[in-house]
């Protein structure tokens, strides 16, 4: 459960294409790239289990120590090797259920972004999460329908 919902901020990349005939300040066209999403919460009530899972993913796959540093040079959709197995992908699913909208919003591939901060209180600790979402598929070869979400719970 979240303080005030979830805010989502899809962003779309793209770059100005520039000819002679408009001139070095107008653009022609724009080339289209590919699309992610933040996803930004408060967390009130929680399993701790898990958000100790997502904010030790970074560190080792296998394991959930929290303040462990991550494997320099690793990349996150082909995963970490070099702990005693083969690699493993690092990404995670984010799936967003909301009571008040219709059909629930499920990212795919997500990690942590930056940090995850946390209020201490007397009751309850607070944790503020940021997730970047990503479109990968494991295949630098093409980008064509990429799933950056879907929303389905399925996934």
Known sequence: MTVDGVEIELRDYTEPVYT???GPDVTFDEQQFLEDALVRL???FYDDAVL???RGRPANINSTAEGTTGFAGALWGSGVT???GAATKMY???LIASPGDALPYNFLNCRVRN?????VS???TLWTVEFIALPYTGTSGTT???VLYNRTTTG
């Open 20 to 22: 002679d005939t408009f």
């Open 42 to 44: 408060t967390l009130v």
């Open 52 to 54: 100790a899972k997502v």
């Open 82 to 84: 070099g702990q005693g």
């Open 92 to 94: 995670f699913r984010v």
């Open 115 to 119: 940090s995850a901060s946390q209020k």
């Open 122 to 124: 007397t009751r309850r």
């Open 144 to 146: 064509s329908g990429n």
